[in-house]
């Protein structure tokens, strides 16, 4: 009989025995309070309240006994206190090529704080809170647009970030050490006040891909860039119907955020706290900081 064969007989004997301790308990303890209490209580309720007891001991013991004995799954990575993994969950395909989240790195980037980090994902925050992430994706990169169709490309993405609520602000595609980069700025509202930004490169290669993340939020006083250059708008143009179509590049989704030209690079001198402007400085210096290890700039680029 094995370990467990000699569990469940053991479970089910104690299921037994608990339920007739049940019926026990509760046959004696309902007689001596019957007589005190309630003199003529009907003997045969008291035998049907006591059955009761014991077949819902029955019937839980083993919900009870399964919840206590269920563990919870073990951990994808085990992660020493460095921060390095145990664990591999790369590809064998990647592997033998020397391929890993630690083959992108920009941990130079003055202000960055490492908070967390396994086999497909690093985390920083910085002193301002704005959060860094680094992603290690290794599957094959799909475009349904050809990267050179760089127009059709943006209006992909435009599309695709309406439909999550969002509103594309920038897109570009850079070469990272002659692997094509889509970079992109998008923004969200928050579900109190405000917008959250977010900054994302993503190196494009054949059979995987990294994605780098700056995300930034509006703190304190929120909208303030938006109405101030809204304001200078608003003295050019008579109608609200001139104005509107001056200032709001809209998307499909008219409940998503929608771009503006508060968003417009050229006011990032006038706001140079704003996530936005953030958001930009992030990427002009990942592309000063940025290595690319050889493994990866050996890799199959992803096609144009």
């Known amino acids: 009989m094995g370990k467990e064969d000699l569990k469940d007989q053991l479970l089910a004997m104690a299921r037994v025995g608990l339920s007739l301790a049940m019926l026990m308990i509760v046959m004696v303890a309902g007689v001596v309070l019957s007589k005190k209490l309630i003199p003529d209580l009907n003997p045969f309720l008291l035998l049907l309240t006591a059955i009761g007891s014991a077949v819902g001991t029955f019937i839980a013991f083993p919900k009870v006994v399964k919840r206590q004995r269920t563990v919870a799954p073990p951990a994808k990575f085990a992660i020493r206190e460095d921060f390095s993994v145990t664990d591999n969950a790369v590809p064998l395909a990647l592997e033998k090529l020397g391929i890993s989240i630690d083959s992108v790195q920009f941990a130079d980037i003055p202000g960055l704080h490492l908070v967390e980090k396994d086999a497909r994902s690093v ?32 209006e992909q993405y435009k599309e695709m970030v309406a439909q999550q609520g969002a509103a594309m602000i920038d ?14 700025i998008s923004k969200t509202r928050m579900q109190t006040m405000g917008m959250a930004y977010a900054a994302s490169a993503t190196l494009l290669l054949r059979d995987f891909s990294f994605n780098i993340a700056f995300h930034s939020q509006e ?11 809204a304001d200078k708008f608003l003295a050019k143009y008579a109608s609200t119907q001139e104005f509107e179509a001056a200032f709001y590049d809209r998307s499909s989704n008219p409940e998503a955020a929608q771009r503006n030209r508060s968003d417009d690079q050229c006011y990032d001198v006038d706001f140079p706290d704003h996530p936005l402007t953030r958001c930009r400085k992030f990427l002009r210096d990942l592309r000063t900081h940025i290595i690319i290890m050889p493994e990866v700039r050996n890799a199959k680029p992803c096609q144009m």
């Not at 703190?219 to 250059?229: E, K, L, N, P, W």
């Open 123 to 154: 985390m920083w925050q910085n002193d301002e809170g704005d959060i860094v992430f680094l992603r290690f994706i290794p599957e094959p990169t799909r475009n349904p647009v050809p990267l050179s169709d760089i127009g059709g490309v943006r």
């Open 171 to 184: 897109l570009d595609i850079l070469p990272y050490s002659d692997i094509p980069c889509m970079e992109m």
């Open 219 to 229: 703190r304190g006083v929120t909208g303030f860039r938006d109405a101030i250059v």
